[in-house]
Nanobody, 115 residues
Framework: QVQLVESGGGLVQPGGSLRLSCAAS????????MSWYRQAPGKERELVEG????????NYADSVKGRFTISRDNAKNTVYLKMNSLKPEDTAVYYC????????WGQGTQVTVSS
């Protein structure tokens, strides 16, 4: 069965960095578009960034442009989200997602940006 397991979240000060990982299993990872979403308290889940199976990416959220970078390692079945210059408004639960007929989400990893 499809499984997505996020990790790497935590508490970080403004201006700091984190790298999130999403380990995938149960499908042919190298064939699928992968994406990161986030959901802040009281807000809707929003698309942060996506990456094609070949490693090209599209930055959808203007708020993270120039600060966040998505990447993938098809040999490790893992997609990453490197987050630099973090701001308090980046505080959210971060999820990875894949669509294979239906939508699959990981359990999420909490990122808290606070001094």
């Amino acid at each position: 069965q499809v499984q997505l397991v996020e990790s790497g979240g935590g508490l970080v000060q403004p201006g700091g960095s984190l790298r999130l990982s999403c380990a995938a299993s149960g499908f042919t990872f190298s064939r699928e578009f992968m994406s990161w979403y986030r959901q802040a308290p009281g807000k809707e889940r929003e698309l942060v960034e996506g990456i094609t199976r070949s490693g090209g990416y599209t930055n959808y959220a203007d708020s993270v442009k120039g600060r966040f970078t998505i990447s993938r390692d098809n040999a490790k079945n893992t997609v990453y989200l490197k987050m630099n210059s973090l701001k308090p408004e980046d505080t959210a639960v971060y999820y990875c997602k894949v669509v294979i007929g239906t939508v699959y989400w990981g359990q999420g990893t909490q990122v808290t940006v606070s001094s």
